[in-house]
C-alpha cells in the first residue's frame, strides 16, 4: 500500500461540453469518466494533466486551473490522492490510446449533472462531477 497520485481534467470545448472516456481497465471499463492518469515521479500536477490528457485522447488543452484536491481509497488497496483540473481545449486531433481508452465523447453539463445523480452518493465520480459543475456554474 501506498500512496499514488492522480490528475484528471474536465477538458471543456468551445461549445461547452465536457470530454468523457471510457477506460479498457478490467475494473472501469464501459465507465464514463473524465480523463485522468497517475503522475510520474518527476512530475509537477500541471505538467502531468497536460501530458496525460494528450497520451489518453490526442488532445492539447491549457491548464485553467486547479479545482479539487482529495484523497480516497484505490481498488488495490492504496491512497489515490487525486488533483482535478479544469482546462480547455486547445487543438490536437482525437486519438484514443490504443488498448487504455476504448471510446471518447463529448457531454453537455446537463448530461453530466443527470450522469452524477445515478451515482451512488460516496461514489468518487459523484463527487467529482457535482463539484466541478459547482465550480463552473457559479
Do not use: C
Request: charged share 30%.
Amino acid at each position: 500500500m501506498g500512496l499514488v497520485k492522480i490528475v484528471g481534467a474536465f477538458v471543456e470545448n468551445d461549445k461547452n461540453e465536457i470530454l468523457l472516456v471510457q477506460e479498457a481497465k478490467h475494473n472501469l471499463e464501459r465507465v464514463w469518466k473524465i480523463p485522468t492518469g497517475h503522475l510520474k515521479s518527476n512530475e509537477n500536477t500541471y505538467s502531468g494533466i497536460i501530458r496525460e490528457v494528450k497520451e489518453e485522447t490526442g488532445y492539447d488543452i491549457q491548464v485553467i486551473e486547479q479545482i479539487d484536491h482529495y484523497s480516497h481509497p484505490g481498488f488495490s488497496g492504496d491512497i489515490l490522492e487525486r488533483f482535478d483540473f479544469y482546462t480547455k481545449l486547445m487543438g490536437g486531433n482525437p486519438k484514443p490510446k490504443e488498448g487504455e481508452i476504448l471510446e471518447m465523447k463529448w457531454v453537455d453539463f446537463d448530461f453530466l449533472f443527470d450522469f452524477a445523480r445515478e451515482l451512488p452518493e460516496n461514489h468518487v465520480y459523484h463527487k467529482q462531477i457535482l463539484n466541478f459543475l459547482d465550480y463552473r456554474t457559479k
